[in-house]
């Protein structure tokens, strides 16, 4: 057993079990994996943005090490069409072949696959094959999609518009009609992505004897995995098997199923040989998964003090040309529509949205996919302060919905209990000293230094409780808990670690119900034969609720059984006995007592010495259902020294004062934050997926698309509120999204409180803030005059 | 085909290989040791740093005949079996390792600045790994595993350091 023996109770920042491994180059990624005669998969893709494809393999077929070459007429009689008939009202469903047949949709569109005995031989083939492009006109971006004039990406999506949706919330136009003032802009957030360092991958293995299909794979939801490739190849969903080994990160990105996972699995079905395909980088920035890239018109009535009377919000998406499985960006607006107010009382408020297709990659799931709620309220609700004449703190603290308030109903119909937005705001004022600071900043700026403080809060679903799931398409988590003959536990879930650490947090959960180690249990995860269903998997911040609400009630399932067999055989009812470290005692006699060892050995081996209804092992499976899961929250305050000079920007202090209720494992908590923090300073400072007017992608390499390093983010300081005296039981709040949805609008608020100007765009280059200065002038010098 | 022959992690290898095998390549699949990860194969991430000669490289922009006669070290040649050397061990205590992708380039990177610089500053150390891409922590937990390293590497009569 490892370090103090304290190390493992929930709440301690136990050292992670799954660690060893990848610190010693032990993990298993899936392109560590291999199997007898592995054959290697490579993709030709289309050079151009948008065209009608004639296509000629067949020199391909014959050249050195090819196994086989495939187009997509060669697949039509073992891949459908790629479609997944999402019960979204109001969507059109787009419906392609997983390689371009007559027509490529963007550069990166896979038009012919290359099996061969490697990867080397595979790309050398692909050079053979003859694609002949007649372009069509470029769909570049929403502006041009949205011309009449504009060619339609799908014949079934005239306007390039698949998605159109509205609601409305309250009395609206009233609230507009009786505001002193209202206050609209247009933010823009622009094009960036997941990038994780590991990037798409799969091995197929196609036992043709049985029928059986086993997919590993870089990806978390192999249950939904599982049964979009068994529809698409048209095998029984029980003969296919998702087996996910580590994983090098996510962030939502590796969530939908691709084009590229049901053609891996086609070819090893087609040539009888196991095929790996391991995406490379320029394909991961192609096609990989793009996020973030919309715009949201958000106007604000409000009295002339500040009170928020209604917001009017309207959002355009652009989708880029196909839609990963099943994960429309039409889903995500779901939840969006439900956290347009977020902690603030808003009475009335309208939505409408239009997802848009251009030329670009696809658009999927990234950290918080309904981020620009958080981005945009926060940057209009300092705008408003600024026009009103308020400081941006108390235009937040006149509206933010206090505890004395709650449970309180929103607009949209569901409550809001239990959060504690307000506390992290003030909390976060008192360490953040502003007094001090505004003097700091305008002594500085007598020096001709430009510095800037930001400010934003928000709450994060985590799950949300009842009626949020039920309005934003929630759903429930089953997890199975059994005592092994070692007198060990295992837990099985339907999480997928991928960085998150569950394979030591559920343990520490599950460890807690039977007073064992926290490395006496083993988390088994990843593999469709093994563990409970789950449509999600990993995703949504819901591990911390989800995850171990279900593994404890699992775990609490066994442990009765484990009393309750103890207490026959100790001749004790099961109230009179304690299950502590690994051990059963008589609470009066604690000399009296039966090991889980030799509990679970007993059920294993020696059932004849057993109660007749003894069950055969000690086991148990339970489901959570969220309902009593709330809401995290948290306050991020930026500080900022611009370059005049370079238009350069320095995060001078980061701070985040957060609650997520009970932590499982601090240290797991404020790796989750920093690192979201971190992807949201690279959103706004560094990364921009560009296309230029044709619709042509210019960020092929991370030398292009910039990635922040260790010499770009700050040392983020975390503050914890901690459960509220007197609170319930242990209610653990996931935090996985937060940093990445807050730190945005943290980062362009003190931006913007450095320029002295607005800022209604979401990436802030050195170029940008060059062109502010100059705008507004002062008494800062011209860089271009030095 | 070329011959190539190399010290990997102190023992003597040698295979055939095409010359536009890449470096990270032959450790992976000729050697099998894939602790040696390639997130981009375009010289930015850093996810394959090796040590050559004691200096960090990337072994995707290195093909492997480029490599003979030299000394290689990968992650695998860092400790023991079932051990842990006293980067990794700080690694672990600090939590500087999600998803654990960057982690073998970072650990070497992290070696390499070591050996030239065995009391590095904070910026010294965020300088020095700016060439290794982690997307997960946030490098805060890097940092403090790096300098937790070196004060203990520092120590006159460093404790076992290795717990597990």
Redesign the interface.
């Known amino acids: 057993m490892?370090?103090e023996p304290e190390e493992g109770r929930i709440g301690s920042?136990a050292?992670?079990i799954?660690?060893?491994r990848?610190?010693?180059?032990?993990?298993?990624?899936v392109?560590?994996l291999t199997a007898p005669h592995l054959a290697h998969a490579a993709f030709l893709r289309s050079t151009v943005p948008h065209a009608r494809i004639t296509v000629d393999a067949s020199a391909a077929r014959t050249a050195p090490g090819v196994i086989a070459v495939f187009t997509a007429a060669d697949l039509a009689g073992t891949l459908g069409p790629v479609r997944f008939d999402a019960s979204i009202p109001g969507m059109t469903q787009l419906v392609h072949t997983a390689l371009a047949d007559d027509r490529v949709r963007l550069v990166g569109d896979p038009v012919a696959m290359v099996v061969a005995e490697s990867r080397?031989l595979a790309e050398d083939a692909l050079e053979l094959i003859e694609v002949r492009y007649d372009e069509l006109p470029p769909v570049p971006d929403v502006a041009t999609a949205l011309d009449p004039a504009a060619p339609a990406l799908y014949d079934v999506a005239p306007g390039n518009v698949p998605y159109h949706d509205s609601a409305r919330y309250g009395d609206v136009d009233g609230a507009f009609r009786s505001a002193d003032r209202v206050i609209g802009r247009t933010l823009r957030q622009h094009r960036y992505m997941?990038?994780?360092?590991?990037?798409r991958g799969g091995l197929a293995v196609h036992e043709p004897a049985g029928g059986e299909l086993t997919y590993h794979a870089s990806a978390h939801a192999p249950h939904l995995m599982r049964m979009v490739l068994a529809a698409h190849l048209r095998l029984p969903p029980h003969r296919v098997r998702v087996v996910v080994p580590?994983?090098?990160?996510s962030?939502g990105s590796k969530w939908g199923i691709t084009r590229e996972d049901l053609l891996v699995c086609a070819a090893a079905v087609r040539t009888g040989r196991p095929v790996r395909w391991?995406e490379?980088?320029?394909e991961n920035l192609l096609v990989g998964g793009h996020a973030r890239d919309e715009s949201l018109h958000l106007e604000a009535a409000v009295r002339a003090d500040g009170t928020l009377l209604g917001l009017r919000a309207k959002l355009v998406m652009d989708i880029g040309a196909y839609s990963v499985i099943p994960m429309n960006p039409a889903f995500f607006t779901l939840a969006l529509r439900l956290l347009i107010p977020g902690p603030y009382r808003v009475p009335a408020y309208d939505f409408e949205v239009s997802t848009v297709c251009t030329n670009k990659g696809p658009y999927v799931a990234y950290r918080g996919p309904w981020a620009v709620e958080t981005w945009a309220r926060e940057v209009l609700l300092d705008i408003v302060a600024g026009e009103l004449g308020l400081a941006p703190e108390e235009i937040r603290r006149r509206n933010l919905v206090t505890p004395a308030e709650q449970p309180y109903r929103t607009a949209a119909g569901w409550r809001l209990d239990g959060t504690r937005a307000p506390a992290t705001l003030e909390r976060a004022l008192e360490l953040a000293d502003l007094t001090r600071f505004r003097a700091e900043q305008r002594r500085a700026r007598e020096r001709g230094e430009v510095l800037g403080f930001g400010l934003a809060t928000f709450i994060e679903p985590s799950p949300g409780g009842a009626e949020f799931l039920a309005m934003s398409g929630g759903g429930k988590e089953t997890a199975r808990v059994r005592v092994e003959p070692t007198g060990e536990v295992s837990l099985f879930t339907s999480q997928i670690p991928?960085?998150?650490?569950h394979e030591t947090t559920l343990a520490q959960v599950v460890a807690a119900e039977f007073g064992l180690p926290y490395t006496a249990v083993r988390v088994v995860h990843g593999d469709t034969d093994a563990t409970p269903f789950s449509m999600v998997g990993t995703g949504g911040s819901r591990a911390a609720t989800f995850g171990s609400g279900a593994a404890t009630r699992a775990a609490r399932a066994v442990r009765d059984q484990v009393l309750r067999l103890a207490g026959g055989m100790l001749g004790a009812p099961a109230d009179e006995l304690e299950l502590a470290g690994g051990r059963v005692y008589v609470r009066e006699r604690p000399a009296t007592g039966l090991s889980m060892v030799q509990l679970a050995g007993m059920v294993s081996l020696a059932p004849a010495y057993l109660p007749p209804d003894t069950p055969t092992e000690l086991a148990a499976t339970a489901t959570y259902d969220g309902a009593d899961g709330g809401f995290a929250q948290a306050t991020h305050c930026c500080w900022v020294r611009v370059d005049p000079g370079t238009g350069q920007v320095e995060i001078t202090r980061y701070l985040v004062v957060e609650d997520c209720g009970s932590m499982i494992n601090p240290?797991?908590v404020?790796?989750q934050i920093?690192?979201g923090?971190?992807?949201g300073v690279g959103g706004v400072l560094y990364e921009r997926l560009h296309y230029d007017e044709a619709a042509r992608p210019l960020t092929g390499?991370?030398?292009d698309y910039l990635?922040p390093?260790?010499?770009d983010?700050p040392?983020?300081e975390i503050v914890h509120l901690g459960p509220e005296p007197g609170a319930g039981p242990p209610d653990h709040r996931g935090v996985g999204e937060g940093g990445a949805i807050c730190a945005p609008p943290a980062i362009t608020n003190a931006l913007s409180d450095a320029l002295g100007t607005e800022i209604t765009q979401q990436s802030v280059t050195p170029s940008f803030v060059l062109a502010a200065l100059r705008k507004a002038g002062a008494t800062l010098a011209d860089p271009l005059d030095r | 085909m070329e011959s190539v022959e190399l010290m990997v992690n102190g023992v003597r290898r040698e295979g055939r290989v095409e010359p536009r095998r890449t470096l990270a390549d032959f450790l992976r699949e000729e050697l099998g040791l894939t602790g040696t990860h390639v997130g981009c194969e375009q010289g930015a991430c850093g996810a394959c740093t090796v040590l050559l000669d004691g200096e960090p490289v990337y072994a995707c922009l290195l093909f492997a005949v480029q490599a003979r006669g030299h000394e290689i070290t990968t992650v695998e040649g860092l400790a023991a079996p079932g051990e842990l050397d006293p980067v990794q061990d700080a690694f672990r205590r600090c939590h500087a390792l999600q998803c654990g992708f960057c982690t073998p380039g970072m650990l070497l990177a992290a070696h390499g600045l070591l050996a030239d610089d065995p009391d590095p500053d904070e910026a010294d150390i965020r300088g020095a790994l700016a060439g290794n891409i982690c997307r997960c922590t946030g490098y805060q937990s890097i940092v403090a595993a790096v300098r937790l390293a070196a004060a203990e590497r520092r120590r006159p009569a460093a404790p076992e350091g290795a717990a597990r």
């Open positions: 490892t370090g920042p050292r992670r799954e660690d060893p990848l610190l010693t180059g032990r993990g298993r990624y392109a560590d080397y997941a990038a994780p360092l590991e990037t580590d994983m090098g990160g962030f391991i490379d980088r320029r991928h960085g998150q650490g240290a797991v404020e790796g920093r690192g923090t971190a992807q390499t991370l030398r990635l390093t260790a010499a983010v040392p983020i």
